[in-house]
């Protein structure tokens, strides 16, 4: 009967001893050998990024160079209002027309080209748009050469307001205009 006695206390204590330390630990190595799993996920995903980092690097360094200026300068990823106006002063130069009363603002609402009600928030469009107002003096001639000009540029402008008026000049031997121009221009964000 002792050893029957013997035999229950062993198997009692074997047990506890499962119980308590045993599977707990053995439950912990389980748990660490998935988060380690995950790890070993995230690297094989983190080197997969790299080489296809590493691909598309190689593929954007193939391109031309002037190409990816011209890229660049028909949708730029951000707004350099001193760089535009020069551009468009030079632009007007060749025509001999003078851009004054420059005005860069943005629309209160991007999304609201429409009509709609507007916004407040994020709008989810991945371009945004700045509006130029300028005004300048000429003859008729000279503004369409400027117009064709603008229209034959590489950055995206849409004309979204334009109001002529005639100057009234003594002894003047072309009829002269001033123009209030309102451009519209684009961006990404």
Do not use: C
Request: net charge negative; hydrophobic share 40%; aromatic share 10%.
């Amino acid at each position: 009967m002792l050893r029957y006695s013997f035999a229950l206390i062993g198997l009692f204590i074997a047990g506890a001893i499962f119980l308590w330390y045993t599977k707990p630990t053995y439950d912990g190595v389980q748990s660490i050998k998935a988060e380690g799993a995950q790890y070993d996920a995230a690297l094989a995903k983190a080197a997969e990024l790299q080489q296809l980092k590493a691909q598309l690097l190689q593929r954007y360094n193939s391109f031309n160079p002037s190409d990816l200026d011209r890229v660049q300068k028909l949708l730029p990823d951000h707004v350099d209002n001193v760089a535009l106006i020069l551009d468009l002063d030079n632009l007007a130069a060749k025509f001999q027309m003078p851009i004054e009363n420059v005005d860069v603002s943005t629309p209160a609402s991007t999304g609201n080209l429409g009509g709609g009600p507007a916004t407040i928030g994020a709008t989810g469009q991945k371009y945004d748009s700045v509006t130029i107002q300028f005004s300048t003096r000429g003859t008729y001639d000279q503004f369409l050469a400027l117009l064709r000009d603008l229209e034959q540029a590489l950055r995206v402008v849409d004309l979204v307001e334009l109001d002529l008026s005639p100057e009234n000049a003594q002894g003047a031997t072309e009829l002269r205009y001033s123009y209030n121009i309102t451009l519209r221009t684009y961006w990404l964000k």
